[in-house]
Nanobody
Framework: VQLQASGGGLVQAGGSLRLSCKAY????????VGWFRQTPGKEREGISC????????FHADSVKGRFTISRDKARNTVYLQMDSLKPEDTAVYFC???????????????????RGQGTQVTVSS
């Protein structure tokens, strides 16, 4: 079983990217899924989360109003639509779950430990 993130790249400030988090070997639908980002020398930051059943979401203040999280059950994939990107959004992004129903409520959560490889997002000024 694994999670695989994709969709990163190089984009100018103000641009958009859509990241994908696809699950292999298990179904994502029953679980909350979160997106995290990490830069060298820093702890990971939980930025967005979608609960089981898509009932609720969490977004960090730093991305609120710019990032949207959604789920495609047929594709077993969770997306992160990132708009109005800023240079400070540059990081490795990865998705994770802890096979529970609810989202984390803090950017510095120590839950959601099952993760996949990340995808690099670079925003140029």
């Amino acid at each position: 079983v694994q999670l695989q993130a994709s969709g990163g790249g190089l984009v100018q400030a103000g641009g958009s990217l859509r990241l994908s988090c696809k699950a292999y070997g298990f179904t994502l639908d029953p679980y909350a899924v979160g997106w995290f980002r990490q830069t060298p020398g820093k702890e990971r930051e939980g930025i967005s989360c979608l609960s089981a059943g898509d009932v609720s979401t969490f977004h960090a203040d730093s991305v609120k109003g710019r990032f949207t999280i959604s789920r495609d059950k047929a594709r077993n994939t969770v997306y992160l639509q990132m708009d109005s990107l800023k240079p400070e959004d540059t990081a490795v992004y990865f998705c994770a779950t802890d096979f529970a129903l609810v989202c984390f409520t803090s950017t510095q959560t120590h839950t959601f430990e099952f993760r996949g490889q990340g995808t690099q997002v670079t925003v140029s000024s």
